[in-house]
């Protein structure tokens, strides 16, 4: 894997503020330790650091990015086969953020039913979470929004988990088709109460978008610099970043 940090220093600073970039670059910075994986409601940790999960359909690319943000090889474990995070895999940042890694939904062969199951473990997360802070609902840059990011994209709404959208392996896409993606993605979250309006393209291989989702993050995190996340939250110029 790229060490992220200095290739995408250039395109990486959009949109946020430097004192909240620092912040995020020490935080993730800081030792993780992985905490403990749940298989069902029950063994999710009582903790009470703030929150990030990582959400999106099997392959997307959650574990990888948890690695890519983390700057480690193999904190979260990635797999070319489908389905490889079963369970919902807690991760310390540094004692100031929670990192939350969620099985991948709706890998072809498994449809609805699998989205259903998913939804039983990840609905009593994602509805009685308190410290949640934030859904990362992951999309693949090549493929965009899809009928099982839907269904989940309504849950989040419902359970009124504020959650935004990332788009991943942006390495793999040409850049004249990812724009149009991009807009129609815009659209659509505009009928979305609980989504964040700002999208951001990441790619946890060659490291672009890394800092400045980094950044998004750590305004989240126990000590982060208030000013800046108003900052970045408000976004009032222009609302999307994309490194
Ligand atoms: N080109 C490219 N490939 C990526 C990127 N991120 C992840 N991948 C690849 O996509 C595959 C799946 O990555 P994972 O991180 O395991 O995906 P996941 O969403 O955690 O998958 P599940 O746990 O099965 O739901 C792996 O082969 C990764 O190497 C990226 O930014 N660029
Ligand atoms: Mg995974």
Redo the contacts with the bound molecule.
Sequence with gaps: MAQPDKAAQPHDTKGAAPALEDFGRWLFAQDCRFLISAAQAVQLPQTELPEVAFA??????????I??LTNRKSL??????????RQVNFFDLGGRLMLV?L??YGYAQAGKAEIRQWSGLIRDYLRGRVQLRRACL?IDARHGIKDPDRAVMAELDQAAVAYQLVF?????VKPGTFEALRAASAEELARHPAAHPAMLA?????GEGIGTLRAALAALAVGAPEEEEVQQDGAPEGGESRA
């Excluded at 999106?56 to 990015?65: A, C, E, H, I």
């Excluded at 979260?76 to 995070?85: I, K």
């Excluded at 990441?202 to 060659?206: C, I, R």
């Design positions: 999106g359909r099997s392959n997307v690319g959650k574990s990888s990015l690695n890519a979260a474990r990635t797999s070319n086969t489908p389905g490889r995070t890694d099985p991948g992951l991943t392996k942006a390495d793999k990441t790619s946890a291989h060659k």
